[in-house]
């Protein structure tokens, strides 16, 4: 069955239980209900990119009724920041050869989607920890933050779309500015878990490490280099790190192929929570080697 209507059968069920159990009740349980719902086993991207803003919008609006909820404000964070990336971002570097006004519009709204699972997120880790933004802007290390286990997904979210926005804002000086914040709350999480995503937290230290001004490029690749390690060779997400992280700025084209192809042969089994991570990276390793000549 379609996501959407799946989703308008669980409102629908739900809401016809109104008259005889307590609103907080049903909100509860529709917050449960979709923060389960995950989109990591479906590979049929097309079908994904119609089904997610429906569902997007409608784990928002059940968010906003219960916001310390942290498993759907998570899943809140991780669907804007995917769907940006994913159908969003990608679509702009895709057409741009094209059709560059398109492709600054489509930039425009990817980062407005960001700072979106950007917010979200960071509501939901002050609403845990009051005080935990401004612990996190403090100049003084003795009053920095610490995080939970339980809190490192919504950290990883947060910081990765603070990520993304910043990288696709960079005339707005304000929203550049918080790149150390974003490095700052990535370290934090991987400091609580370190192993956390099978390595995707680790590959954003270093695609941190390796964009951020006066940023270490042994020690990005050495970040990099640990998380492929960390995926245990199940992910395409680290390799696509290292090849758009160390490699192409590196200048070295053997490698950048090399990750790549590493990264399209990756196969994942049936119902595989990375089976839409996967392919994600796996479509936009395609794309990058057939550009390889005009990026090197």
Same mark, same amino acid.
């Given at each position: 069955?379609?996501?959407?209507?799946?989703?308008?059968?669980?409102?629908?069920?739900?809401?016809?239980?109104?008259?005889? $159990?307590?609103?907080?009740?049903?909100?509860?349980?529709?917050? !449960?209900?979709?923060?389960?719902?995950?989109?990591? =086993?479906?590979?049929?991207?097309?079908?994904?990119?119609?089904?997610?803003?429906?569902?997007?919008?409608?784990?928002?609006?059940?968010?906003?009724?219960?916001?310390?909820?942290?498993?759907?404000?998570?899943?809140?964070?991780?669907?804007?920041?995917?769907?940006?990336?994913?159908?969003?971002?990608?679509?702009?570097?895709?057409?741009?050869?094209?059709?560059?006004?398109?492709?600054?519009?489509?930039?425009?709204? *990817?980062?407005?989607?960001?700072?979106?699972?950007?917010?979200?997120?960071?509501?939901?880790?002050?609403?845990? *920890?009051?005080?935990?933004?401004?612990?996190?802007?403090? =100049? !003084?290390?003795?009053?920095?933050?610490?995080?939970?286990?339980?809190?490192?997904?919504?950290?990883?979210?947060?910081?990765?779309?603070?990520?993304?926005?910043?990288?696709?804002?960079?005339?707005?000086?304000?929203?550049?500015?918080?790149?150390?914040?974003?490095?700052?709350?990535?370290?934090?999480?991987?400091?609580?878990?370190? !192993?956390?995503?099978?390595?995707?937290?680790? =590959?954003?230290?270093?695609?941190?490490?390796?964009?951020?001004?006066?940023?270490?490029?042994?020690?990005?690749?050495?970040r990099f280099d640990q998380a492929i390690a960390q995926s245990a060779g199940r992910s395409?997400?680290?390799?696509?790190?290292?090849?758009?992280?160390?490699?192409?700025?590196?200048? !070295?084209?053997?490698?950048?192929?090399?990750?790549?192809?590493?990264?399209?042969?990756?196969?994942?089994?049936?119902?595989?929570?990375?089976? $839409?991570?996967?392919?994600?990276?796996?479509?936009?390793?395609?794309?990058?080697?057939?550009?390889a000549d005009d990026l090197f």
């Amino acid at each position: 069955m379609h996501k959407a209507g799946l989703a308008c059968l669980t409102l629908a069920a739900l809401l016809s239980l109104a008259a005889c $159990t307590p609103r907080q009740m049903i909100v509860d349980n529709l917050a !449960d209900a979709l923060s389960a719902q995950g989109a990591g =086993g479906e590979k049929d991207l097309e079908l994904l990119r119609d089904a997610a803003p429906f569902h997007l919008k409608l784990s928002e609006s059940i968010l906003r009724q219960n916001p310390g909820h942290r498993p759907l404000a998570e899943s809140v964070a991780a669907g804007f920041t995917q769907y940006a990336y994913a159908f969003v971002a990608f679509e702009a570097d895709r057409v741009e050869v094209r059709d560059a006004r398109a492709a600054e519009r489509l930039r425009a709204r *990817a980062a407005r989607l960001y700072e979106r699972a950007q917010r979200h997120a960071m509501r939901a880790l002050e609403s845990a *920890a009051p005080g935990f933004g401004a612990a996190l802007a403090a =100049g !003084d290390e003795g009053r920095r933050p610490t995080l939970s286990r339980e809190r490192v997904g919504l950290a990883y979210w947060a910081a990765a779309a603070w990520g993304g926005w910043i990288s696709l804002s960079k005339d707005d000086p304000d929203v550049v500015a918080d790149l150390p914040l974003a490095v700052r709350l990535a370290q934090l999480a991987w400091a609580a878990d370190p !192993d956390w995503g099978q390595g995707a937290l680790t =590959g954003l230290l270093g695609s941190f490490e390796a964009a951020r001004p006066g940023g270490s490029p042994a020690l990005a690749l050495a970040r990099f280099d640990q998380a492929i390690a960390q995926s245990a060779g199940r992910s395409a997400g680290p390799l696509l790190g290292k090849a758009e992280g160390h490699a192409l700025p590196a200048g !070295d084209r053997a490698l950048f192929e090399q990750l790549l192809r590493q990264a399209l042969a990756i196969r994942e089994g049936a119902d595989s929570p990375l089976a $839409t991570e996967n392919e994600v990276m796996r479509q936009r390793a395609a794309w990058l080697l057939d550009k390889a000549d005009d990026l090197f």
